[in-house]
């Protein structure tokens, strides 16, 4: 329960701080946007398409005329586009890469107006890519984070925890006298999760404790460790409204972990560096919410053509919003399946059904077809000695694992559960693989502080 002089701190926050903030020190539209999404919500899908449209034609016209990558391609191709077909006309178009991104990298933006700044992406399927955003752009990012906080019961001002792994972002956050104050004015505290000690976790536990955040927004495999930490400890924690979880697959397994030991209800939120977040689960969770007036999504087979709705694919986005360096279909690196079912919360935008994790997550067995590698997650997470755990596929019959066991010296007791285990890989395969383990001490992060479960060398060969 918030007390009064809680209450009182937040209606500060909410009414004076944050607005004096967005409004005059940053000068950005953050807190309109966020009114405008708020309404949009609300539309219906035809005239959400409708707006989608508008927008995603408004790029395209924008991109022929000032981005000289653009330019030369639809020159190239032949391309042509208008609000009407443009839904078709898009398909035309070739997919941006990584690699196209390294590439041309300099006849891919334009610097003009909206303070444009360089950044990154995560880099956890190897080199990060650099890219150019803008004040437009960020904005309509912050005011599409609050919705999506909002879906999930934190309303602006009102205390929020971020379990976060990304020491770039928490180091961009401020520390010392500067980070103090920004948790002051906004309300959010940043607890780090890129290697959490026992004594760090304890910590973390107390500080959600005194702070009692309306919502705690965390890595998803950040959560997970922190859950199954409080549950083996025995420890007593604070029973937030939500949890929302981002930056890794939200497995079944742990999601619900999550909601038994935090007695609360789990969001999914879905994103990147590169274009922000794409989606979110609302209250009903039947699917993820995509925003279709900030990006315009596609599933792709392996040959770059659409599947219907129910299919795995992989993920194809358009940014609407970064007019400074459009990312016009831009193959993302991640594999999920878009729904053709609408929401019983009634909002007018479309659902993806599920995102798989990244391509390189996914393997491939020797006829060539995708295994989804949440198939492997529950063979390892039920076993009570494991802590953590990694599968690679080394080839597409020969798997390396690697455990971080809770006591060493019951490895060998394990023996029955391994072959069980490596039963069940050949099951899932569909022939024989051969599984090795290897007892380490710890699994380490991706730069960007995920914690990858899986990963397949054939995949990103």
């Known amino acids: 329960m918030i007390n009064n002089s809680q ?54 016209s924008h991109a022929s005329r000032h981005i000289p990558y653009y330019r030369e391609l639809i020159k190239e191709h032949h391309l042509t586009f208008s609000e009407d077909t443009i839904f078709e006309d898009i398909k035309r ?13 300099d006849v891919l933006y334009r610097l003009q107006g909206h303070s444009p700044y360089r950044n990154t992406s995560g880099g956890s399927t190897g080199e990060p890519v650099l890219f150019y955003q ?3 752009y960020l904005a309509w990012a912050n005011a599409n984070k609050r919705l999506f906080n909002l879906w999930a019961g934190r309303n602006i001002g009102e205390p929020m925890v971020k379990l976060w ?6 180091l961009g956050q401020g520390q010392g006298l500067k980070g103090y104050l920004r948790q002051q004015v906004s309300g959010i505290t940043t607890l780090g999760s890129s290697r959490m000690t026992d004594q760090q976790m304890v910590a973390h536990v107390k500080r959600i404790n005194r702070i009692k955040p309306r919502l705690i927004l965390a890595y998803t495999n950040s959560m997970e460790e922190l859950a199954r930490f409080i549950r083996e400890h025995h420890l007593f924690v604070y029973a937030p409204p939500a949890v929302m979880t981002a930056a890794g697959v939200l497995y079944p397994e742990i999601k619900k972990t999550i909601e038994e030991v935090f007695r609360t209800k789990v ?12 989606a979110c689960t609302c209250e009903k969770d039947e699917g993820l919410h995509l925003v279709p007036s900030l990006h315009y999504l596609e599933i792709l087979d392996d040959h770059d053509k659409p599947v219907p709705p129910g299919t795995p694919g992989n993920i194809v986005v358009t940014l609407l919003t970064n007019y400074t360096m459009p ?6 690196g991640d594999r999920g399946i878009l729904s053709d079912k609408t929401c019983s919360c009634g909002r007018g935008w479309p659902l ?39 599968v690679v596929q080394e080839k597409s019959d020969f798997f390396k694992v690697s455990l971080v066991l809770k006591e060493k010296n019951k490895f060998k007791e394990m023996k029955n559960d391994l072959k069980e285990i490596n039963w069940k890989i050949n099951r899932i395969m569909n022939h024989k693989t051969v599984v090795k383990y290897n007892v380490i001490d710890e699994i380490k992060s991706t730069p960007s502080g995920k914690y990858q479960y899986s990963y397949s060398r054939i995949i990103t060969k």
């Open 352 to 390: 993806l059904e599920k995102v798989e994790g990244r391509i390189n997550s996914c393997f491939r067995n020797n006829f060539g077809d995708f295994i989804n590698a949440g198939s492997f997650y529950p063979l390892f997470y039920f076993q009570d000695n494991i802590k953590q755990f990694q």
């Open 7 to 60: 209450a009182m701190g937040i209606n500060i926050r909410r009414h004076f701080f944050i607005p004096l903030y967005w409004k005059y020190i940053n000068s950005s539209r953050v807190l309109s946007y966020f009114q405008e999404l708020k309404a949009l919500q609300w539309l219906s899908p035809e005239e959400n398409r409708h707006l989608q449209a508008k927008k995603l034609c408004s790029l395209l």
């Open 327 to 332: 990312l016009i279909r831009y193959k993302i």
């Open 165 to 170: 792994g990304s020491l770039s972002d928490i």
């Open 134 to 136: 803008d004040k437009e």
């Open 267 to 278: 969001f999914n939120r879905y994103g990147s560096r590169e274009v922000s977040d794409m």
């Open 93 to 105: 178009f070739p997919l941006l890469s990584k690699e196209i991104i390294r590439n041309h990298f």
